[in-house]
């Protein structure tokens, strides 16, 4: 009898313990959850490790699965993806209750980070087709990390697919801000992949535009904005393109705005104007943009807005001026080496003196930009050839002792150079925290 008294108590106090450890697990594993969302990543990390170990412990091995699944996304969000990778394929192997979802979800993640982007396509992939309906969020933020990782290997129709639908997944969740981020990053990689049609790009950025009015954070509003109005120019709808530019600069009103942002918007805005041909009109922004790059010290970005500014003065015919500027931008662009800019400038400063009855001057330049041109990483024959033909119009002109009428008709390709000096800023990265966190 007392042996049997004595069995029965080693017993209970073998259960008291294992409660105990368990209890300390659920414990660590809700506090290093908390530490993730804090993004405090080395604590949630020991906290893990504690939890493993303790559950090593345990006679029921469940747990110590459960235990090792968190370990392993815990290291690839530090930045350990091969041992993560490796808890986690040990955790499934040994029957772990994680959903298949959730372990393709960072197996790919662990893939992600270790730089081998097919294979994490591969279970992004299988992770959304294992998820639920009611888990419209992970497949969401699933979808975003496909994209990404579809952009890497090269596949951006696929990027481009799988972005929209991020976005569509979003618009159900009522998460306006991630919808329109990823609907942007869909008409963006559109237009980049050449593989869809106009009509399907525009009606992407309609719905960015429409999804706009819901964001309420006046900084991503500016550079949401100012994104789709550059994607509205590179589809040629200037008149969207304008009023995405006014809105973003709308969102600069106010103390907390930087001088940079104001620049670059006003530098778009004004190179917007000159491609509606509202010359009038743009000469404030170009001036403004370049009078605050100056400020910033940031003379090649003042090169592109005083080009433009040169542009529009000689679209008006005020030649004088536009040869002035031509000249800054082309100092400017000499100050800090930049070539493309210098070519630029020259065959400009050509086009101008040819039209103020320069031809010694015009001819000069033209050969300065092809010289220049040579030097630099351009490799457009189209370019090239159109350099040459005005220096050869320039040359046939003065054999024949003719004076040219009217600028832009006597040197086609004139207006070519518009868009050159579009310049974009903001860079809106789209960031998911990648790792799942399975409650024990």
């Known amino acids: 009898m007392a042996s049997t008294m004595v069995s029965s108590s080693v017993k209970d106090d073998s259960f008291n313990q294992e409660l105990l450890i368990q209890t300390e697990i659920q414990s660590l594993s809700k506090s290093?959850?908390?530490s993730f969302d804090n993004?405090?990543?080395?604590?949630?990390?020991?906290m893990f490790k504690t939890a493993f170990l303790l559950s090593c412990k345990l006679t029921e091995k469940q747990t110590q699965k459960a235990c090792l699944f968190n370990l392993g996304a815990a290291y690839i969000?530090?930045?350990k993806p091969q041992k993560g990778l490796k808890c986690l394929l040990k955790s499934k192997a040994e029957g772990s209750e994680a959903t298949d979802a959730s372990l393709y979800f960072n197996i790919a993640a662990a893939y992600d980070e270790m730089k081998e982007p097919t294979k994490a396509v591969k279970f992004y992939e299988k992770?959304?087709?294992s998820y639920g309906l009611s888990e419209i969020n992970n497949i969401a933020d699933a979808l975003i990390k496909l994209s990404y990782c579809s952009v890497v290997t090269g596949n951006l129709p696929s990027a481009a697919h799988t972005f929209k639908l991020a976005g569509q997944a979003y618009q159900k969740l009522k998460k306006t801000d991630d919808a329109v981020m990823a609907m942007r990053e869909a008409a963006n990689y559109m237009i980049q992949s050449q593989k869809f049609s106009k009509l399907e790009v525009l009606s992407t950025l309609n719905i960015c535009v429409q999804l706009c009015a819901g964001v309420t954070d006046k900084s991503l509003l500016g550079k949401l904005y100012n994104?789709?109005?550059?994607?509205y120019a590179e589809m040629k709808c200037f008149g969207q393109a304008r009023q995405c530019f006014a809105e973003s600069l709308d969102t600069c009103k106010g103390t907390s705005f930087s001088i940079r942002k104001k620049a670059v918007l006003l530098q778009n805005l004004g190179a917007i104007d000159n491609a509606l041909g509202q010359y009038e009109t743009s000469l404030r922004c170009h001036a403004e943009a370049a009078d605050m790059y100056g400020t910033l010290g940031e003379r090649h970005a003042q090169g592109q807005c005083l080009c433009n500014l040169a542009f529009a003065y000689s679209q008006l015919k005020n030649y004088n001026m536009a040869e002035f500027y031509y000249q800054q931008a082309l100092c400017a662009f000499s100050d800090v080496g930049e070539i493309h800019g210098q070519w630029q400038a020259c065959e400009g400063l050509g086009a101008i003196h040819f039209c103020l009855g320069n031809k010694d001057q015009a001819i000069s330049y033209y050969k300065q930009a092809l010289s220049l041109f040579g030097k630099s990483k351009e490799t457009s024959d189209i370019l090239r050839e159109r350099i040459l033909g005005k220096l050869v119009h320039v040359i046939e002109q003065k054999a024949m002792h003719q004076h040219p009428v009217s600028c832009g008709k006597s040197i086609p390709g004139?207006?070519?150079?518009i868009f050159v000096f579009f310049f974009t800023y903001f860079?809106?990265?789209f960031y998911k925290k990648t790792i799942w966190k399975k409650n024990i």
């Open 32 to 34: 290093a959850a908390q």
């Open 127 to 129: 992770a959304i087709k």
């Open 39 to 46: 993004d405090d990543i080395s604590q949630a990390l020991r």
């Open 227 to 231: 994104h789709i109005g550059l994607h």
């Open 414 to 417: 004139t207006k070519a150079a």
């Open 427 to 429: 860079k809106a990265k």
């Open 77 to 79: 969000s530090a930045g």
